[in-house]
């Protein structure tokens, strides 16, 4: 019979769970990894990640918005434009994302077709 004491019952880590309830979503490390090098309109931003669609893009930065992690600033122009800036605690995730980027360079092996 399985042990069901207190050392079978261990959970994963709460904050553990929350960063992938975010990060976990296809997208979101690109867009954080581009706003990290300075703000950026929307368009640039897009351009930056081929594959996003203009859609994608906006629901991952709202859901950005929502965890305090992007701020969206509005030029009146003419042209209205829109850029992105990540908060203090978006550019707080930078050495976490570069580690992460150096783990995958050594231990995850390289996608084919996926240089510039």
């Known amino acids: ?47 930056a990640i081929p594959g996003i669609s203009e859609r994608m893009l906006s629901d991952r930065l709202t859901e950005l918005g929502t965890a305090g992690l992007v701020i969206r600033e509005v030029d009146e122009g003419p042209p209205l434009r829109v850029a992105y800036r990540l908060t203090e605690a978006g550019a707080a995730m930078e050495p976490a994302l570069k580690e992460l980027g150096q783990w995958a360079d050594i231990y995850l092996a390289p996608e084919s077709g996926s240089g510039c």
Do not use: Y
């Open 1 to 47: 019979m399985a042990d069901h004491g207190e050392q079978a019952c261990q959970r994963v880590d709460v904050g553990i769970s929350r960063v992938f309830e975010l990060f976990g979503k296809r997208w979101t490390g690109p867009i954080v990894s581009v706003l990290l090098q300075r703000p950026v309109h929307f368009a640039e931003l897009r351009r």
